[in-house]
Protein backbone atom coordinates (compact mmCIF):
# COMPACT_ATOMS: atom_id res chain seq x y z
CA UNK A 1 0.00 0.00 0.00
CA UNK A 2 1.15 3.31 -0.61
CA UNK A 3 -0.23 6.76 -0.16
CA UNK A 4 0.52 10.44 -1.55
CA UNK A 5 -0.26 13.14 -0.13
CA UNK A 6 -0.72 16.99 -1.18
CA UNK A 7 -2.49 20.32 -0.71
CA UNK A 8 -0.08 22.05 1.63
CA UNK A 9 0.91 25.48 1.76
CA UNK A 10 0.75 29.02 3.25
CA UNK A 11 -2.53 30.16 4.34
CA UNK A 12 -3.49 33.08 6.41
CA UNK A 13 -5.38 32.63 9.38
CA UNK A 14 -9.31 31.99 8.33
CA UNK A 15 -8.70 30.40 5.39
CA UNK A 16 -9.47 27.26 3.89
CA UNK A 17 -6.85 24.33 2.56
CA UNK A 18 -7.92 20.99 1.24
CA UNK A 19 -5.04 18.26 1.15
CA UNK A 20 -5.87 15.08 -0.70
CA UNK A 21 -3.93 11.33 -0.20
CA UNK A 22 -4.03 8.78 -2.68
CA UNK A 23 -3.73 5.57 -1.98
CA UNK A 24 -2.50 2.50 -3.79
CA UNK A 25 -1.75 -0.92 -3.33
CA UNK A 26 -3.82 -3.79 -2.02
CA UNK A 27 -6.12 -2.49 0.45
CA UNK A 28 -9.66 -3.99 2.29
CA UNK A 29 -12.68 -2.19 1.74
CA UNK A 30 -13.16 -2.58 6.00
CA UNK A 31 -9.81 -0.53 6.00
CA UNK A 32 -9.40 2.92 7.91
CA UNK A 33 -7.91 6.34 6.69
CA UNK A 34 -6.81 8.74 8.85
CA UNK A 35 -5.43 12.09 9.00
CA UNK A 36 -2.02 12.96 11.98
CA UNK A 37 -0.56 16.24 12.08
CA UNK A 38 3.50 17.16 13.21
CA UNK A 39 4.13 20.32 14.80
CA UNK A 40 7.66 21.49 14.71
CA UNK A 41 9.00 19.83 17.97
CA UNK A 42 5.82 17.87 19.37
CA UNK A 43 4.47 14.67 18.71
CA UNK A 44 2.26 13.48 16.10
CA UNK A 45 -1.53 14.01 17.05
CA UNK A 46 -4.51 12.61 15.62
CA UNK A 47 -6.39 15.14 13.06
CA UNK A 48 -9.17 12.57 12.60
CA UNK A 49 -10.21 9.31 10.24
CA UNK A 50 -12.31 8.02 8.31
CA UNK A 51 -13.49 4.08 7.26
CA UNK A 52 -13.45 3.14 3.71
CA UNK A 53 -16.65 1.36 3.22
CA UNK A 54 -19.02 3.24 5.69
CA UNK A 55 -17.59 6.87 5.72
CA UNK A 56 -17.89 7.13 9.33
CA UNK A 57 -15.63 9.77 10.43
CA UNK A 58 -14.20 10.83 14.05
CA UNK A 59 -12.41 13.91 14.39
CA UNK A 60 -10.18 15.76 17.09
CA UNK A 61 -11.67 17.83 19.36
CA UNK A 62 -9.38 20.59 18.32
CA UNK A 63 -10.66 20.23 14.84
CA UNK A 64 -14.36 19.21 14.94
CA UNK A 65 -16.84 21.58 13.39
CA UNK A 66 -14.35 23.42 11.03
CA UNK A 67 -12.41 20.03 8.90
CA UNK A 68 -14.04 17.83 7.14
CA UNK A 69 -12.82 14.11 6.19
CA UNK A 70 -14.53 12.39 3.10
CA UNK A 71 -12.90 9.58 0.71
CA UNK A 72 -13.97 8.95 -3.16
CA UNK A 73 -13.80 5.36 -3.16
CA UNK A 74 -13.60 5.12 -7.35
CA UNK A 75 -10.28 7.78 -7.33
CA UNK A 76 -8.62 5.94 -4.22
CA UNK A 77 -8.07 9.14 -2.65
CA UNK A 78 -8.59 10.55 0.93
CA UNK A 79 -9.69 14.16 1.69
CA UNK A 80 -8.95 16.65 4.30
CA UNK A 81 -11.04 19.95 4.13
CA UNK A 82 -9.82 22.47 6.86
CA UNK A 83 -11.98 25.45 7.24
CA UNK A 84 -10.89 28.61 9.36
CA UNK A 85 -7.45 27.43 9.68
CA UNK A 86 -5.47 29.08 12.87
CA UNK A 87 -2.01 29.09 13.30
CA UNK A 88 -2.35 26.44 15.61
CA UNK A 89 -3.44 24.39 12.97
CA UNK A 90 0.49 24.82 11.21
CA UNK A 91 1.97 21.16 10.98
CA UNK A 92 3.05 18.51 8.44
CA UNK A 93 0.46 16.87 7.69
CA UNK A 94 0.38 12.86 6.97
CA UNK A 95 -2.10 10.87 5.66
CA UNK A 96 -2.36 7.11 7.00
CA UNK A 97 -4.18 3.74 6.39
CA UNK A 98 -4.68 0.74 8.56
CA UNK A 99 -6.91 -2.66 8.46
CA UNK A 100 -10.34 -3.17 9.72
CA UNK A 101 -10.36 -2.49 13.59
CA UNK A 102 -12.18 0.01 16.25
CA UNK A 103 -9.27 1.83 17.19
CA UNK A 104 -8.21 4.59 15.30
CA UNK A 105 -6.77 7.88 17.14
CA UNK A 106 -3.27 6.13 17.49
CA UNK A 107 -0.52 6.55 15.06
CA UNK A 108 0.01 2.52 16.39
CA UNK A 109 -3.55 2.02 14.67
CA UNK A 110 -2.26 2.39 11.08
CA UNK A 111 0.04 0.36 9.57
CA UNK A 112 1.14 2.67 6.28
CA UNK A 113 2.23 6.16 6.17
CA UNK A 114 2.19 8.74 3.26
CA UNK A 115 5.34 11.45 3.00
CA UNK A 116 3.15 14.32 4.79
CA UNK A 117 2.48 17.53 3.14
CA UNK A 118 3.11 20.86 4.96
CA UNK A 119 0.03 23.64 6.36
CA UNK A 120 1.38 27.16 7.70
CA UNK A 121 -1.25 29.06 8.53
CA UNK A 122 0.06 32.63 9.15
CA UNK A 123 -1.63 35.09 11.75
Known amino acids: VQLQASGGGLVQAGGSLRLSCVTS????????MGWFRQALGQEREFVGS????????RYADSVEGRFTISRDVYKSTLYLQMNSLKPDDTAVYYC?????????????????WGQGTQVTVSS
Open 96 to 112: ARGGPRTAVRKTTDYDY
Open 25 to 32: GRAGIRDV
Open 50 to 57: IRWDSATT
